[in-house]
RNA sequence: GCCCGAGUGGCGGAACUGGUAUACGCGCACGACUUAAAAUCGUGUCUCGCAAGGGAUGUGGGUUCGAUUCCCACCUCGGGCACCA
C-alpha cells in the first residue's frame, strides 16, 4: 500500500459519489425520511473562511450517520443572496449584483464541494434568483390578502447627507457609517407585517417543539408575553380617559400618578410636550413634565396627576402606564425626583424556615421593628447575641401602642444597649411580614416588620438594665458576617437588598395593604378581584412589535404591489409574477430616499390591473429575512412552477426533523421563519404547524488569538488553503475536534496536525489489516496474529467506542467522540494486530467524520459498496460491562487509595478492604465517624 | 441598560444525574531509530515542597461526607437587542 495521499483520493471519491449521486435525497422512498438542515450562507465577497464549513460538517456528521442508519435524508443547500453588502459593493463600484452574486456564489459552491459535504447539489437554490423569488412574493400576497401587509408610518434613520435610509448597524454613534454625518429621525410609510398576531402561537407552541431551552427562552423573551389588564382612568373636567397596561392591578390603590408616552401625550392633549423616548442603550434619567391633567384612580377614587416620561415606550401595551412607586423600581425613581407620594399597597412574605411555627402554638400579629445601627468608623454593624437561644439578631421589638416605628426603634435601642446617640439615616422600604416562632415567648409570630438605618453618632452609653444583660450581649459585628445563616432572621434577604440598594422596592408578590376592601388579600387572588372590582377583564400584552417588512433598497425582492391612483393598492396578479428587479445604472437610492428602482420610470409605470389606468409600481423591496422565512420549503421542491412547493413533498420532507444554526439566529430569524410557516400552515399549504422539530446552535470560530475573522482585520483562513496542506478529511476532524460544537473556539494553525497525524494512524493500521490478510475470493481473511478474541480488550474497548460515538454524535459532542477514537486507534497501533471485521467497524464510526480515508481503506479492504451504504455499527453490551472496576478510597474527602474490586462488592466487604489499605489505615487511627459507600465508585472514610 | 451563553495547565479543551480535576490534542523536554535532520515511536509535562504533605477549575461566600458541577453576590469576555446576516 501507499503512502496516505490525501489529495488523490479526496478528488477520486468526490468525483465517484458526484457521478453516482449518492447523496440525492429521494422523493420516494420506502425508508423513513430525515431532513437535515443548516442556515444557508450569504455568500460575502471575502469568499468562505474556515468559520462556515464547522456547522455544515457538524450536520454533515448526522447526516452520514442517518443514511447508515437506514434513513432516507434530505441535507440541501442554497444561497441567501440579497442584502446590503452586496448591494453597497454595487454602490461603491457600479458593478451589477446579479454578476457579483454570481461570481461570490460561484467561489462559495466550490470552496464547500471541496470539503466533501454530502449535500444535495441537485436542489441548489438562490434567494435572487427570479424563479425562487416568484414565491417569496407570491407569499407576501397572501399576507397582504389576508390584511397581514399594511403600510404604517413608522421611524427611520435618514442620513441628510447621503440622503438615504440607514440600517441600524450603519449608524455610528449618531452618525452615518460613511459620511460622519448626524442621523436624523423621519418618518416615512413602510410595510408591516402583522406577527404580533400569531405572538400567543409563538409562545405557546414552542412547547411542542425541541429547541435548546436557552433557545427557547430567547424566542419567549422576545415575544414577551405578559398577562394583566388594561384599566381606564377618567381624566376629571373632560369625558376622556386614559387606559393603561399593567400587569399588577393588585398595586392600583399604590397608584399615584399616570405616566404617558410622548406620543400618547400628544394624541389626548394635543400638545408637544418635546420629551422623546429614548432610543438609546444606555439607561438614561427618568423626565417627565406634568400636563396639568388630573386622572381619577378606580379603584381609590383618588386624583393623581398625569405626566409625559421619556421611560413609557409607545409600542407596548397601551402607550399609558399607572406609576406605582412602591412597587415599580422605575416609577419609583420617577416619584423621588418629581415629589409624589410613595404608598406601600404589598407587604412581601418571609417564613423562617430555620424557626418555623410549632402547631398547636397561639398565633400572634404584632408590628415590629428592626433598627440597623451602622458605626461609621470601621463599617460595623450592632447586633445581639441572645443567651437562652442561639441566636443573633439585630436589635428588635414591637411597636408600643401611640409609638411610630422611629420612636420604637429609638426605645428599643436604648433599652437593649444603652446607646444614647444614634442618627437616623433612613426607613429600608415597607413592611415586611416574617412568620417564626418566638421561643422566648413560646408563641407563634406574625410580625410586621419595618427596618431603620442608624449611624452612631458616638459612644456615650447608658446602663442597661440587668435584665436585659440576662437576655443578651451586646456585639459589633463585620458586615461579611450579616448572613441569612449567621443571623435569625427570616427576612434578612429583603434588608440586605434595600441596604444595598437605595431604590430597591419590593416588585413581589405579597399580602395587600393600604387597599381598601382588600387587605389582607394576597396579590394572586387580589389581581383577580380587584380587575373585576374595577370592571375590567384579564388582558395579554406581548412585547413583539410588527415586522417593519420594507427597505427603500435596490438588491431585494420588489414588493408585488401597483399604486392606482382610482383603485388604490393592487396586488400584481399571480400570472404576472415574479416581478423582476430591472438593470439600473445607479444603485444610489433617489434624492427623496425612495428605492434607486424609482428612477426608472419605463419599469414604475404600468397599467392598473384592475382599470388598466395609469399607475405606479410599488418601488419598496423586502429585507433579507423574507427569502430566509421559507427556504427550507423550497428545499423540497426546488425547480416547481406551480406551486412553492408541491404537496406531497412538502407532506413527505417536512418538517425538518433538525435545524442547526448560529446563536445570533436564534431569536430573528428563527421566529420570522415560524410567523410564516404558521401563516402558510392556516392557509393548508404546509402540512405541520411548526417548521422546525430540534433545533440547536454552534459557535462561531474565530481568528487566531480569538478575535472575530474578516477582510479588514486580515486574520481570514481560507479552507481550501488547509484543504491543501492538510485535506479535507483532516480539515474536518481538527473543525469537529476543536472544541464544544456549540461554543466559539479560536483557530489555531499549529493545532491542527493533530487530526492529521490521527488519520495518518489510521491508515497505517488499513495497511497492517490488509498485511495481515489473505484475499480468499472476494474476502479479506485475517492470516496471523489476530489477538480480537471476543473478550480482547480491543473489541471491549472497540465496543465501547461505538457506544460512545454513536451517542455523542447525537449530542453533538463531535470534540470527545474524536477522541474516543483517537483512543482507539492508539490502542489498535499498539496490539499491532486488528482483526478486519474490527477495523472495519472502526472506520464506519469514522466515516462521518473523514468520509474520503475511510471510503478509501473500506474499499480496499474487499468492500463494493459504499460505507456511506452500510449498517451504522451496533455495541454489544455484554463487551461493555465489566466485571473489575477500581474503587477509590478518600479520608475527609480527599485521596488516599485505591484497589480493585468486583462490581458487585458489598458495603461491608469494600469497608474492610478500604481500611486495611496500609495508607489508608494511617489517616483513621483517629477513628471513623461516618462511612460514606458509592457502589462502583468511590469510598470517602471521615474522620 | 435588558436577555442568553462562557470563564479549568503554556495553549484548544475533558470530567455522565454532586464522587480520582486536568481525558484527548497542540506545544515543550528527554530518549529510541538516523551519519544527520525531518517523520515516526516511547517517556515525562498544573503548582509549591528534599520529603511527608499542601494548594489550584474567574473572585468572595454558602450547602454537602464530598462541589468544575447546586445556591447567593461580584468581576471579565462573547452573542442578541427589531433596517447586518
Not at 451602622?374 to 408600643?400: M, Q
Not at 401563516?679 to 405541520?688: A, I, R, S, W
Not at 480468499?776 to 457506544?803: E, M, Q
Amino acid at each position: 500500500m501507499h503512502k496516505y495521499d490525501h489529495k488523490k483520493i479526496e478528488k477520486k471519491w468526490q468525483n465517484i459519489w458526484e457521478k453516482k449521486g449518492v447523496y440525492h435525497a429521494d422523493d420516494k422512498s420506502k425508508k423513513p425520511k430525515y431532513y437535515t438542515l443548516i442556515e444557508f450562507p450569504y455568500p460575502s465577497g471575502d469568499g468562505l473562511h474556515v468559520g462556515h464549513p464547522r456547522p455544515y460538517i457538524g450536520m454533515d456528521v448526522i447526516s452520514r450517520k442517518r443514511r447508515m442508519q437506514g434513513y432516507n435524508v434530505l441535507y440541501p443547500i442554497g444561497w441567501d443572496a440579497f442584502g446590503l453588502p452586496t448591494e453597497n459593493y454595487a454602490i461603491k463600484t457600479g458593478k451589477d449584483p446579479r454578476v457579483v452574486t454570481k461570481k461570490n456564489t460561484d467561489t462559495f459552491r466550490k470552496q464547500i464541494k471541496s470539503l466533501g459535504v454530502s449535500f444535495d447539489w441537485s436542489r441548489e437554490i438562490n434567494t435572487t434568483d427570479p424563479k425562487y423569488y416568484k414565491w417569496t412574493q407570491w407569499i407576501f400576497l397572501q399576507f397582504y390578502k389576508k390584511g397581514l401587509a399594511y403600510k404604517a408610518k413608522m421611524t427611520i434613520n435618514w442620513c441628510p447627507k447621503d440622503k438615504i435610509g440607514l440600517a441600524n448597524e450603519e449608524v455610528i454613534n449618531g452618525c452615518c457609517e460613511r459620511c460622519g454625518t448626524p442621523v436624523e429621525k423621519r418618518e416615512k410609510e413602510q410595510w408591516m407585517l402583522g406577527i404580533t398576531k400569531y405572538a400567543e402561537r409563538l409562545d405557546k407552541d414552542l412547547d411542542t417543539v425541541d429547541y435548546l431551552p436557552q433557545i427557547k427562552i430567547g424566542q419567549r423573551n422576545w415575544i414577551g408575553k405578559s398577562v394583566g389588564a388594561e384599566i381606564e382612568f377618567k381624566i376629571s373636567s373632560t369625558n376622556e380617559s386614559i387606559k393603561v397596561f399593567t400587569t399588577r392591578p393588585d398595586t392600583i390603590f399604590g397608584a399615584t400618578f399616570i405616566a404617558l408616552a410622548p406620543e400618547v401625550a400628544k394624541k389626548i392633549t394635543g400638545k408637544d410636550f418635546g420629551i422623546k423616548v429614548d432610543t438609546d442603550r444606555e439607561n438614561k434619567e427618568k423626565i417627565g413634565i406634568d400636563t396639568g391633567l388630573k386622572a381619577k384612580n378606580p379603584a381609590s377614587g383618588e386624583q393623581i396627576p398625569v405626566f409625559v416620561v421619556n421611560y413609557v415606550s409607545a409600542d407596548y401595551g397601551t402607550g399609558a402606564i399607572m406609576g406605582v412607586p412602591a412597587h415599580d423600581e422605575r416609577d419609583f425613581e420617577f416619584a423621588k425626583k418629581y415629589n409624589l407620594p410613595i404608598i406601600d399597597v404589598v407587604i412581601p412574605i418571609r417564613v423562617d424556615n430555620t424557626n418555623p411555627h410549632i402547631s398547636g402554638k397561639k398565633i400572634v400579629e404584632r408590628k415590629a421593628v428592626q433598627a440597623i445601627i451602622r458605626n461609621p468608623k470601621n463599617g460595623k454593624i450592632l447586633c445581639l447575641n441572645w443567651k437562652a437561644h442561639p441566636w443573633t439578631t439585630f436589635v428588635v421589638g414591637g411597636v408600643e401602642k401611640g409609638e411610630d416605628i422611629l420612636e420604637a426603634a429609638r426605645r428599643e435601642v436604648l433599652e437593649e444597649t444603652g446607646y444614647k446617640n444614634i442618627k437616623f439615616i433612613r426607613v429600608l422600604g415597607g413592611q415586611v411580614r416574617s412568620e417564626f416562632f418566638a421561643a422566648h415567648k413560646d408563641e407563634n409570630r406574625v410580625a410586621y416588620f419595618n427596618a431603620i438605618l442608624f449611624e452612631l453618632e458616638n459612644e456615650d452609653r447608658i446602663e442597661v438594665s440587668r435584665e436585659e444583660i440576662e437576655k443578651h450581649e451586646v456585639v459589633w459585628k463585620d458586615p461579611k458576617d450579616i448572613r441569612s445563616d449567621t443571623m435569625q432572621c427570616g427576612e434578612l434577604d429583603i434588608w440586605l437588598e434595600r441596604l444595598k440598594n437605595e431604590n430597591a422596592v419590593n416588585a413581589e408578590n405579597g399580602i395587600l395593604t393600604n387597599s381598601g376592601k382588600f387587605n389582607g388579600m394576597d396579590s394572586e387572588n387580589a389581581k383577580k378581584e380587584i380587575i373585576k372590582f374595577v370592571g375590567v377583564e384579564e388582558k395579554t400584552t406581548f412585547k413583539l412589535r410588527d415586522w417593519i417588512f420594507s427597505r427603500q433598497r435596490y438588491w431585494g425582492e420588489p414588493i408585488p404591489i401597483i399604486h392606482c391612483s382610482k383603485c388604490g393598492m393592487v396586488p400584481v396578479p399571480e400570472k404576472d409574477l415574479p416581478v423582476e428587479l430591472p438593470k439600473v445604472k445607479n444603485y444610489q437610492p433617489t434624492d427623496s430616499g425612495e428605492s434607486p428602482l424609482a428612477n426608472i420610470s419605463k419599469w414604475v409605470n404600468v397599467k392598473c390591473p384592475k382599470c388598466k389606468g395609469g399607475a405606479l409600481r410599488e418601488t419598496d423591496t423586502m429585507p433579507n429575512w423574507a427569502g430566509s422565512s421559507w427556504y427550507y420549503l423550497r428545499y423540497t421542491d426546488p425547480k416547481n412552477k406551480n406551486a412553492f412547493a408541491d404537496k406531497k413533498n412538502l407532506k413527505y420532507w417536512t418538517p425538518v426533523d433538525w435545524y442547526n444554526g448560529g446563536n445570533e439566529h436564534t431569536t430573528l430569524h428563527l421566529l420570522y421563519s415560524r410567523f410564516w410557516h404558521k401563516f402558510l400552515y392556516d392557509l393548508k399549504l404546509v402540512p405541520t404547524s411548526e417548521p422546525y422539530m430540534k433545533r440547536t446552535s454552534h459557535g462561531m470560530i474565530l481568528g487566531e488569538g480569538g478575535v472575530k475573522m474578516s477582510k479588514s482585520v486580515g486574520n481570514v483562513i481560507n479552507p481550501n488553503e488547509i484543504v491543501k496542506i492538510y485535506g479535507a478529511d483532516t480539515m474536518r476532524v481538527y473543525e469537529m475536534f476543536m472544541g464544544p460544537f456549540d461554543q466559539s473556539v479560536a483557530w489555531s494553525d499549529e493545532a491542527i496536525i493533530g487530526p492529521r497525524r490521527f488519520l495518518e494512524k489510521v491508515w497505517k493500521l488499513g495497511e497492517l489489516v490488509e498485511k495481515n490478510s489473505v484475499r480468499v475470493g472476494a474476502r479479506l481473511r485475517v492470516k496471523r496474529r489476530d489477538f480480537s478474541l471476543p473478550d480482547s480488550t480491543i473489541a471491549k474497548l472497540l465496543n465501547k467506542t461505538i457506544k460512545k460515538v454513536s451517542e455523542d454524535i447525537e449530542a453533538m459532542h463531535f470534540n470527545t467522540a474524536i477522541s474516543a477514537m483517537m483512543i482507539l486507534a492508539t490502542e489498535m497501533q499498539k496490539s499491532e494486530s486488528v482483526s478486519e471485521k474490527d477495523f472495519k467497524m472502526f472506520l464506519q464510526i469514522l466515516a462521518p467524520f473523514a468520509p474520503h480515508i475511510t471510503e478509501d481503506l473500506w474499499q480496499t479492504l474487499g468492500e463494493k459498496k459504499s460505507i456511506d451504504l452500510s449498517v451504522w455499527p451496533k455495541w454489544d453490551e455484554n463487551l461493555i460491562q465489566d466485571e473489575e472496576v477500581t474503587i477509590i478510597v478518600q479520608v475527609n474527602g480527599k485521596v488516599r487509595g485505591q484497589f480493585k474490586a468486583s462490581v458487585d462488592i458489598s458495603e461491608a466487604e469494600a469497608k474492610s478492604k478500604a481500611e486495611n489499605l496500609p495508607e489508608v489505615r494511617k489517616w483513621i487511627t483517629t477513628g471513623v465517624k461516618r462511612f460514606v459507600f458509592i457502589p462502583r465508585k468511590l469510598i470517602n472514610i471521615v474522620v
